[in-house]
């Protein structure tokens, strides 16, 4: 089995894969801890221990372990947790990993790991071109050729960091708990705000494929994850994957790829 663990700026995402001849990857588990960037190495051991116990995993079936990272100041610690579990360093993920993409971006360095596990994962498992949408602190959209050539993307707000950021800096707007809304028409405060995020997300994200298809002039596949993704995707009109765990699982794909 291996380890994957994504360092993002909110939460710490582990998960536990087996190759699968079929579907590519079987994931085991699956946990979150905070991302707390003050956090020393006993720290996060504490959380992964008890995140492991609690699914019922013996750290001695890991094989190995992969690890990428949006907050730099943590790539030390949580590498040193995983030598500690599993007694050999992760496979780190950087931008200069091998994904099988080609970069069409005038600084590749400037893209998010976690946008390019993603984008590899997609472009391994499904038809070409193809926009992957990750919901989380932001919302990225990435796309793809036919010729696995990453072309770039979109960077929006996500669902949580615009709520907060109303509820923030209008003072008669309250903070509202993310839900899925049964009606687009809001009758009261809470419900407008939670339409306007929600709602208005889905709304993005079909009104953003549409036009990103007409530039392309074809069809692309969507694929559809990330924490937040839940309370949207289901509103969303354009034919789509939802894939929660796509992340780890291009992680346990790169893992193998860049294991040498």
């Known amino acids: 089995m291996i380890l994957t663990i994504d360092i ?17 990857y079987t994931v085991h588990f699956c946990g979150k801890i905070d991302t707390v960037p003050a956090w020393k190495t006993t720290d996060y051991l504490r ?7 609690k699914k019922k995993c013996d750290p001695s079936v890991f094989e190995g372990a992969v690890l990428s990272s949006v907050v730099p100041c943590l790539i030390a610690p949580l ?37 390019l596990v993603d984008a590899a994962w997609v472009a391994n498992q499904f038809p070409l071109p193809a926009v992957t949408v990750d919901m989380g ?7 793809l050729d036919e010729d696995r050539r990453f072309l770039g993307g979109i960077i929006a ?37 939670l339409s306007g995020a929600v709602v208005g997300t889905a709304a993005m994200v079909d ?13 692309v596949t969507l694929v559809i994850t990330g924490g937040l993704a839940r309370y949207v995707e289901q509103l969303c009109s ?5 894939d929660p765990h796509l992340l780890s699982k291009g992680l346990a794909l790169l893992y193998e790829q860049n294991l040498a």
Not at 137 to 143: R, S
Not at 238 to 242: D, K, S
Request: hydrophobic share 30%; proline share 8%; charged share 20%.
């Open 47 to 53: 959380e992964i221990r008890w995140l492991l116990k």
């Open 238 to 242: 354009h034919p789509h994957v939802y």
């Open 8 to 24: 993002g700026n909110t939460t710490v995402s582990l998960g536990g894969l087996e190759r699968d001849p079929e579907q590519g």
């Open 157 to 193: 707000p996500g669902l949580d960091t615009s709520l907060s950021a109303l509820s923030d800096r209008a003072a008669q707007l309250p903070n509202v708990d993310l839900d899925t809304p049964d009606y687009v028409i809001g009758r009261n405060t809470q419900e407008c705000m």
């Open 79 to 115: 590498s040193s947790c995983v030598r500690i579990i599993t007694g050999k360093p992760p496979v780190l993920i950087t931008k200069d990993s091998r994904t099988g993409l080609t970069m069409q971006v005038p600084d590749p360095s400037q893209v998010g790991l976690d946008r």
């Open 207 to 219: 009104g953003m494929v549409s036009r990103i298809e007409s530039e392309l002039g074809k069809p």
């Open 137 to 143: 602190t932001a919302t990225t959209f990435n796309v």
